[in-house]
């Protein structure tokens, strides 16, 4: 039996999820859309995601790899998971949504093929909450000073040991260190995206890393102390952890002959 290596990139609200990988005895994203693939593909499959969201933490562009065998075509599953994964069959709209799906050469692997990350996180800088938008965004009252949260991000910027960003608990990693390629922050009145890219992030890396913005732009740490907080590669040192409905996996990066 010739085996297919299938690539999927996926969007979901991670709301309702005990994040992306799978577990016994909870509902995830891997485990949802896994059980989809296989009522479509007749077939067991078994994903090897790029990167494992928590609880809480949605997806624009999250994406996985599979094997499967002879049967229905690459370019047909994605309208049939995504009619198995809705849950108003009027709307026809579910907490998954699959946006590509296609045939690679085999060896490709949607992690360890990965360049690099862009992730997103929204901020709600208003003076009462919205009780309709707290699934979405981290939403503050006091407020932030965003000149002085674009400065401090400068610091962050480049190659650098990242440890004092980083929450224990995660997978353990070789090296803290990694590039951060770009890191903005744009703002639409009371609405701010924090856009950052890199080479790879460590457990928990960007909501930490929002989380110490969020307090330059409240003025309880200078924009200046971020460079001595990468120093001291001590997390103690360092922000919050921002909590995980703001942030989005926005897309991963692939070298483009993959793709051609």
């Not at 896994?34 to 009522?39: D, K, P, T, V």
């Not at 919205?130 to 006091?142: A, E, L, M, P, V």
């Amino acid at each position: 039996m010739t085996e297919r290596n299938i690539f999927i990139k996926i969007a979901y609200d991670g709301t309702n999820f005990s994040g992306w990988q799978r577990q016994r005895n909870a509902r995830t994203v891997c485990g949802e859309l896994e059980a989809a693939l296989s009522r479509v593909c007749g077939q067991e499959v078994s994903l090897n995601g790029c990167s494992r969201t928590d609880a809480g933490v949605h997806a624009l562009g999250q994406t996985a790899t599979f094997s499967l065998g002879p049967g229905i075509p690459a370019e047909r599953i994605k309208k049939a998971v995504n009619d198995c994964l809705a849950k108003d069959k009027l709307e026809r709209v579910g907490e998954i949504e699959v946006l590509e799906v296609r045939e690679m050469p085999e060896g490709f692997h949607a992690r360890y093929n990965s360049k690099g990350k862009r992730y997103i996180y929204k901020l709600r800088n208003a003076d009462s909450p919205d009780i309709f938008k707290r699934t979405r965004y981290y939403q503050t009252s006091r407020p932030l000073d965003v000149e002085a949260m674009r400065k401090a991000a400068s610091y962050i910027v480049g190659t650098h040991d990242f440890a004092c960003f980083q929450t224990a608990g995660g997978t353990p990693r070789e090296t803290t260190v990694r590039t951060v390629y770009e890191l903005e922050l744009l703002q639409d009145g009371e609405y701010i995206t924090v856009s950052i890219a890199g080479d790879g992030f460590l457990y928990n890396m960007v909501r930490i890393i929002v989380g110490t913005l969020v307090e330059v732009g409240q003025g309880r740490r200078t924009a200046e102390s971020v460079a001595e907080t990468i120093e001291s590669k001590d997390r103690g040192k360092a922000g919050h952890t921002a909590p995980p409905q703001g942030l989005y996996l926005k897309e991963v990066f692939y070298d483009p002959e993959f793709f051609e």
